[in-house]
Nanobody, 119 residues
């Protein structure tokens, strides 16, 4: 019943941009966020958003380059990724939680979308 569907991944050159989308259905959540997992690495937090208030929180590695935003009507969260670097290459996952955005124990996850940044 709870579904998070990501889209927008792809292959881009370093310095380029992508916008990821995550459409949520099934219920409402307090927090929505993005995580990523690069080959051979642990999943890491990227950004989160308080659904009602719009407060945002970013990992240091993406501050100033990525922007998380929301569309209330579409029940969708976006991740605008600019100035992409090869080290941003990963599978990006949308996630949702009924907890604070500062609590990283997210309860629901999307299937992931691949982002590949070439040199």
């Amino acid at each position: 019943q709870v579904q998070l569907v990501e889209s927008g991944g792809g292959l881009v050159q370093a310095g380029g941009s992508l916008r990821l989308s995550c459409a949520a259905s099934g219920r409402t959540f307090y927090t929505m966020g993005w995580f990523r997992q690069a080959p051979g690495k642990e999943r890491e937090f990227v950004a989160s958003l308080n659904w009602s208030g719009g407060s945002t929180f970013y990992a240091d590695s993406v501050k100033g380059r990525f922007t998380i935003s929301r569309d209330y009507a579409k029940n969708t969260v976006y991740l605008q990724m600019n100035s992409l670097k090869p080290e941003d290459t990963a599978v990006y996952y949308c996630a949702a939680s009924r907890r604070s955005q500062y609590d990283l124990r997210y309860e629901y996850w999307g299937q992931g979308t691949q982002v590949t940044v070439s040199s």
